[in-house]
């Protein structure tokens, strides 16, 4: 099969992290030590075992319940519905997001990062996502340069973003771009081959791998575009991923470039029933290749009810400062524009979360991150008040089963701070950070042969009738 590229060859792997005894489970896959020196052969080594696995689970429990629909489900976006297989993240309703097992914080403290006491490269996330495993840091440096060798974009890209508007939204840019990187979809052209169903991966892992190395370019290309006179900036050979990004949008503070490796880090992932996900997983289940699954996820992450939220915050925050004439507000103004706001038939944008009960550790850790970078500053000082103030009220008016607040509460505050104060790009960033759990999946997905997605609908009458059936049972 010549259209596989060699992977860089990667140092000896040893695992930095042992199993948390409450959830060994959910982290089989963490070892002491890997068999394999580079990502393409480890990941062929863990493969067999997870499909008999899978096998086994179809064979021995395929009938076991895991809960029963209800009409709630049915016409409330399925909240709630037990239904998708995801290896990469699972959310608990009050700890919050777990990758491979492990929280943010322990994520923080094991993964290798840039600098000491630093956040975690998002190429170790990358390595802990796809094969549930730490790397070291030589693995991480080489995945890095890995990376870097596959990222070169065709101009055909780049000129099918031209073709549009520059007024266009950075989303509908950024996706365009993306889908017509998929004219080198290795996994296209393997299939029309005749490529044999239990090599599918293979190719998959060729175009995750490339999909993910392409796309910082394809975005900052967008927004040095749309938002600095079409001025772009080349790839530094010498950076991370996160560094590299963070670099060709047109930031150099070390500062930034961290904060753009945590960014990427917790934006990685978030178990796979959210819209984003799930449309890569849908799509990607009639074995549509990376890119047009990939496209999709994009598509769903630019509705204002998922990833578009982000720039709603720093829009909503904006107003709060415009209608006072400062950020330096008293807590009694600013319970006031709440209450304004809710009254208007609006939401508080950054609150509330389709699963989580508790504050999300996404915002969390931002938190700390400004507390440590930019502890003074007026707008996070003000959405610092922002967490004492609408809890309280949202709880008190019922408005919603999760008041905290969630990760864009606070991300366009930090972004704002570092200079990237062109708040409708913000989805953006959100996209190039999903590729790094989608990806995985999408690879797993076809290693373990799972299946077209296809759920049973009703139709209004029917559910009525089935209600009724059971109400009178």
Known sequence: MAFFRSVYALSKFRSRVGQHSSIANSIRLLQTQSSSNDLYSELKELIPEQQERVKKLKKDYG???????????VIGGMRGMTALLWLGSSVDPDEGIRFRG?????????????????????????WLLLTGKIPSKAQVDSLSQELRSR????????????????????MTQFATGVMALQVQSEFQKAYESGIAKSKYWEP???????????VPAVAAYVYRRKYKDGKFIPMDDSLDYGANYAHMLGFDDPKMLEFMRLYITIHSDHEGGNVSAHAAHLVGSPLADPYLAFVAALNGLAGPLHGLANQEVLRWIRHVVEEFGTPNI??????????????????????GHGVLRKTDPRYTCQREFALKHLPDDPLFLLVSKLKEVVPPILTQLGKVKNPWPNVDAHSGVLLNYFGLTEESYYTVLFGVSRSFGIGPQLIWDRALGMPLERPKSVTLEKLEELSGKAASS
Do not use: W
């Open 102 to 126: 492990m929280s943010i914080p322990e994520c923080q403290k094991a993964l290798p990062a840039a600098a000491s006491g630093g956040e975690p490269l998002p190429e170790a996330v990358l």
């Open 204 to 214: 998959t892992y060729e175009d995750c791998m490339n999909l993910i190395a392409r």
């Open 151 to 170: 990222a070169a974009v065709p101009d055909y890209a780049f000129n099918a973003i031209d073709a549009l508007p520059v007024e266009a939204h950075a």
């Open 330 to 351: 008293s807590t009694e103004q600013l319970k006031d524009y709440v209450h304004k706001t809710l009254n208007s038939g609006q939401v508080i944008p950054g609150y």
């Open 63 to 73: 009938h076991v319940e895991l809960g029963k629909s209800t009409v709630d489900m």
